[in-house]
């Protein structure tokens, strides 16, 4: 088991930033890959971004060339900068740690909400 604790999130405005982190209660360097998944109401939970554990990482093409994902091994953190942020961004943004082949077999923290208005 780990616990996976979001923090960062808040209201900004349109073209700004913020940085999500996501401190997990052991080691990130044990898992196949580190994620960040936004969901908001009525919607599928979608994944954003995501770093496997030989530092490869993967970005929704939505987000491609705003957000970057990156891990402090060392602090057990993952974080999730975000800048020229859109409305459209706004959404619950959860951290999450695979420890199967799929994100179905993953631990999940309790999210974070991010909210850029127009």
């Known amino acids: 088991q780990v616990q996976l604790v979001e923090s960062g999130g808040g209201l900004v405005q349109a073209g700004g930033s913020l940085r999500l982190s996501c401190l997990a209660s052991?080691?990130?360097?044990?898992?196949?890959?580190m994620g960040w998944f936004r969901q908001v109401p009525g919607k599928q939970r979608e994944l954003v971004a995501h770093?496997?554990?030989?530092?490869?990482?993967n970005y929704a093409d939505y987000v491609t060339g705003r957000f970057t994902i990156s891990t402090d091994n060392a602090k057990n953190t993952v974080y999730l900068q975000m800048n020229s942020l859109k409305p459209e961004d706004t959404a619950v943004y959860y951290c999450?740690?695979?420890?199967?082949?799929?994100?179905?077999?993953?631990?999940w923290g309790q999210g974070t909400q991010v909210t850029v208005s127009s």
């Open positions: 052991r080691s990130i360097f044990s898992f196949p890959a």
């Open positions: 999450a740690a695979q420890w199967g082949r799929t994100w179905s077999h993953a631990y």
């Open positions: 770093v496997t554990s030989d530092g490869t990482t």
